[in-house]
């Protein structure tokens, strides 16, 4: 089928009417190995052929406890760093406004208990300056030489 790849580009309060809050850490999204030795792979995604990031988040404007808690997978080459300050200090608990947004619809759920789900994935966090989104514009600054401290 054609549309199997369709990603839907809602507005960011379209979707997400009150905001998002970021939960914890932003981590690299790893492909499942059965061998537990072996060096974990990043997912790259087929699409953009970007890396994949995931990250958890919680929607303060759904009210079904079930739903309320997302993954949002970014798609960048180096993690997006969310700026501001913690809502409530040693929480990792941040309000974020996801910029790049795609929605892609999913099935979740199992048997008779199936519903239609949303796979979230974004390009990077409003007001994040990691380089995620693009290159610093003066390269060395953005990396340490090897001559300094050695």
Known sequence: MALK?????????????KGLLLVGDIEPDTEYNQNR????????????GLRQWKATCTDPSESNP?????????????????????LIPGTGLRLIELEGMT???????????????WTVRATGIKGDRSGSKQAPSDLGAARPSASKGA
């Open 66 to 86: 079930k739903r309320s808690s997302i993954q949002v997978i970014f798609l960048a080459d180096v993690a997006p760093i969310p700026q501001g300050a913690e």
């Open 37 to 48: 030795n072996a060096p974990a792979r990043q997912k790259v995604d087929p699409v953009t």
């Open 103 to 117: 929605l892609q619809p999913k099935v979740t759920g199992q048997g008779e208990f199936k519903t239609l789900g």
């Open 5 to 17: 790849d369709l990603r839907f580009l809602p507005a960011f309060l379209e979707a997400f009417e």
